[in-house]
T-cell receptor
Framework: AQSVSQHNHHVILSEAASLELGCNYS??????LFWYVQYPGQHLQLLLK??????LVKGIKGFEAEFIKSKFSFNLRKPSVQWSDTAEYFC??????????FGGGTRLMVKP | DGGITQSPKYLFRKEGQNVTLSCEQN?????MYWYRQDPGQGLRLIYY???????QKGDIAEGYSVSREKKESFPLTVTSAQKNPTAFYLC????????????????FGSGTRLTVV
């Protein structure tokens, strides 16, 4: 079965620090990759997605992610975080249709 | 505005009781999903339905049941057989079944937090 691993469960950063959240998946075929964010008390929202083409994907709010096929990875990055980026971030993968498999999530806390 | 409505937002259940969580969407989406969210475990798929009158078990279907009698509605019943029902439940929908519809991603509801007392 396909699995998605997010190795950092909790991350604490100061404002203006750079962010990188790891995501690895197990499926070896063609995949679609997503990062979702859940701000406190809010819905899950799509940050960015990769289907094909340029492996460096830019999303909303200054986030980007790079698909590295050889490493089965889709890490999320942001050069300079803000206090408002405090949230839980989920990596998700789909293949063979629209079924999404989610990682365990990473809770990010940004200290002002 | 189109979206997904989950109700209630908070629900308390006594042990041994069944309880039904509501999920309604007005997006005209074909596919609907129920996920359970637990700390550190991400979102795990309970049931999904890709078309009216049809649904499939997800990874953790035991102790749950669903129905899909209407396109816009996908209620989830947490039965007394579910041993650890206290969790946050998320409903999601998706535009289509296969192919390019995958480009549109999922829309999520705001969730129902169920607590067994």
């Amino acid at each position: 079965a396909q699995s998605v691993s997010q190795h950092n469960h909790h991350v604490i950063l100061s404002e203006a620090a750079s962010l990188e959240l790891g995501c690895n998946y197990s499926y070896g075929g063609t995949v679609n990759l997503f990062w979702y964010v859940q701000y406190p008390g809010q819905h899950l929202q799509l940050l960015l997605k990769y289907f094909s083409g340029d492996p460096l994907v830019k999303g909303i709010k200054g986030f980007e992610a790079e698909f590295i096929k050889s490493k089965f990875s889709f890490n999320l990055r942001k050069p300079s975080v803000q206090w408002s980026d405090t949230a839980e971030y989920f990596c998700a993968v789909s293949h063979a249709g629209n079924m999404l498999t989610f990682g365990g999530g990473t809770r990010l806390m940004v200290k002002p | 505005d189109g979206g997904i409505t989950q109700s209630p937002k908070y629900l308390f259940r006594k042990e041994g009781q069944n309880v039904t969580l509501s999920c309604e969407q007005n997006l005209n989406h074909d596919a609907m999903y129920w996920y359970r969210q637990d700390p550190g475990q991400g979102l795990r798929l309970i049931y999904y339905s890709q078309i009216v009158n049809d649904f499939q078990k997800g990874d953790i279907a035991e102790g749950y049941s669903v129905s899909r009698e209407k396109k816009e509605s996908f209620p989830l019943t947490v039965t007394s057989a579910q041993k650890n029902p206290t969790a946050f439940y998320l409903c999601a929908s998706h535009r289509g079944l296969t192919g390019i519809s995958a480009n549109y991603g999922y829309t999520f509801g705001s969730g129902t937090r169920l607590t067994v007392v």
